[in-house]
Nanobody
Framework: QVQLVESGGGLVQAGGSLRLSCAAS????????MSWFRQAPGKERECIAM????????NYADSVKGRFTISRDNANNTVYLQMNSLNPADTAVYYC???????????????WGQGTRVTISS
């Protein structure tokens, strides 16, 4: 079992920044690919950022590329999502997830956090 707890969400104005954190406990954090998903009201959950086990490679959805940065600290069992140039379309609940394979479907992930809400005002 891996327990994931997100933090760092909140309300910010358009153009602002937020940094989300996801703290992991349980099984060896470095064994898992970590991803950030988000789900806006009435929309499906989408994978927006992914990082490999060592942090050596990352991948982003086109909607966040160039604005968001995913990183991980395996010594402290934490994954981060730095979000810059936020706009109202980024409003969603953000989830971190741990999986064994570099995939984008939510069903391919084994463990999920409870989510943290991000609201961007115009």
């Amino acid at each position: 079992q891996v327990q994931l707890v997100e933090s760092g969400g909140g309300l910010v104005q358009a153009g602002g920044s937020l940094r989300l954190s996801c703290a992991a406990s349980g099984r060896t954090f470095s064994n898992y690919i970590m991803s950030w998903f988000r789900q806006a009201p009435g929309k499906e959950r989408e994978c927006i950022a992914m990082i490999t086990r060592t942090g050596g490679a990352t991948n982003y959805a086109d909607s966040v590329k160039g604005r968001f940065t995913i990183s991980r600290d395996n010594a402290n069992n934490t994954v981060y999502l730095q979000m810059n140039s936020l706009n109202p379309a980024d409003t969603a609940v953000y989830y971190c997830a741990a999986g064994r394979f570099p995939r984008v479907r939510p069903d391919d992930y084994d463990y999920w956090g409870q989510g943290t809400r991000v609201t961007i005002s115009s």
